[in-house]
C-alpha cells in the first residue's frame, strides 16, 4: 500500500509502507522479512546510522541468525527477538546492542543453516556533494505506443553517494525532448530524496530530465545539478549562477531555482529516523 491524497482533506493519508512517490520506507522491508527464506533470503537494517539513531540496532530479516558488524568489528551472532510484541509473526525482528554511536559502516549478514545467504550495508553518511538522478522503470522500457508517466527521483548524497537523510532542500527539475513534467517544483526532498513525474507520449523522442538544488554550507552556498536520460545520454548542461537566481541551460531550456528561499515543505510523512 503507497501514501496517498485523501480528497476529503488536504493532508496525506501516510499509513503505506511506501510514500506517494513509490518510495520505501522502513515498514517494507518488514513486509519483506515475513515471506518465507525459501523464496528470497532478506536482511535490511533499518537505520540511517547517524548521530540522531537509537544505539540498538533493529535488523528485519527472514534468516535464522544475523550477525552485525561495525567497521569489521563483530557485534555479536544472534537469533531473532522473542516477546509478547512478535509473539505472531512469521519471523520476529532483530535487535543488536551496538553500545552507542560511533560513525561508520554498519553491515547485517543473515544465515540459514550456518551459511551466509544475505547481506546489507548502511554507511554514516558525510556532508552533501552531490545531485544524483534517476528513473524507476520497474523492470521494463517506457511504454513508446501509449502516454506513460515515470518517477524520477533527486538523491542529495555524499561524496561516497549515500543518500543524506537529513538533507531537506528544494529541488528544481527541468526537461528537454519528447516529455513534460507533472507535478508542482521546486519541491523539497525528503529522507534526501526529491520526486517528480515525467510524462511521455506516443512515439514522442526520448526525453531528459535536469535537476538543480541549491545547498547551503557555512556562509556559503553550493550550487548542485545533474541530469539523466530515458534512453541514451543527456544533453550536455552547465549551471550558470547569478545574484537573484541560478539556471541550468539545455539546448535552450532553462530550469530556474530562486535563490535561497525557504524549503517548501512536502505533506509526506518523514521515514521514521533510526
Known amino acids: 500500500m503507497y501514501d496517498y491524497n485523501r480528497g476529503y482533506a488536504p493532508d496525506i493519508e501516510s499509513s503505506g509502507c511506501m510514500d506517494i512517490f513509490r518510495l520505501p520506507k522502513f515498514s517494507y522491508h518488514f513486509f519483506r522479512s515475513q515471506r518465507s527464506a525459501a523464496s528470497g533470503p532478506v536482511v535490511f537494517i533499518a537505520s540511517h546510522w547517524t548521530p540522531a539513531s537509537a544505539p540498538d540496532v533493529r535488523v528485519f530479516s527472514n534468516c535464522e541468525e544475523v550477525e552485525l558488524w561495525l567497521d569489521g568489528l563483530s557485534l555479536g551472532r544472534q537469533g531473532p527477538d522473542r516477546g509478547r510484541m512478535s509473539a505472531r509473526l512469521a519471523h520476529h525482528p532483530f535487535t543488536v546492542r551496538t553500545g552507542g554511536f560511533r560513525p561508520g559502516t554498519l553491515e547485517a549478514v543473515g544465515y540459514v543453516g ?28 517506457r511504454d513508446r505506443g501509449r502516454k506513460d508517466q515515470i518517477f524520477c527521483y533527486a538523491s542529495l548524497v555524499d561524496a561516497p553517494g549515500t543518500v543524506v537523510p537529513d538533507a531537506w532542500e528544494n529541488v528544481a527539475f527541468g526537461v528537454t525532448g519528447g516529455g513534460a513534467l507533472v507535478g508542482a517544483h521546486p519541491f523539497s526532498s525528503e529522507a534526501g530524496v526529491a520526486a517528480i513525474l515525467l510524462e511521455t507520449e506516443p512515439g514522442a523522442a526520448a526525453a531528459s530530465v535536469y535537476a538543480l538544488a541549491m545547498v547551503p554550507g557555512g556562509r556559503s552556498v553550493k550550487l548542485s545539478g545533474a541530469s539523466a536520460a530515458l534512453e541514451g545520454r543527456p544533453p550536455r548542461h552547465e549551471v550558470r549562477g547569478a545574484v537573484a537566481a541560478v539556471s541550468v541551460l539545455a539546448r535552450g531550456r532553462t530550469t530556474r531555482a530562486a535563490r535561497r528561499r525557504p524549503p517548501v515543505r512536502s505533506s509526506r510523512v518523514p521515514r521514521t529516523p533510526a
Request: hydrophobic fraction near 45%.
Open 114 to 141: 550456518g551459511c551466509r545467504v544475505a547481506r546489507h550495508v548502511v554507511r554514516t553518511p558525510g556532508a552533501i556533494e552531490r545531485l544524483a538522478l534517476a528513473f524507476d522503470l520497474s523492470g521494463r522500457p
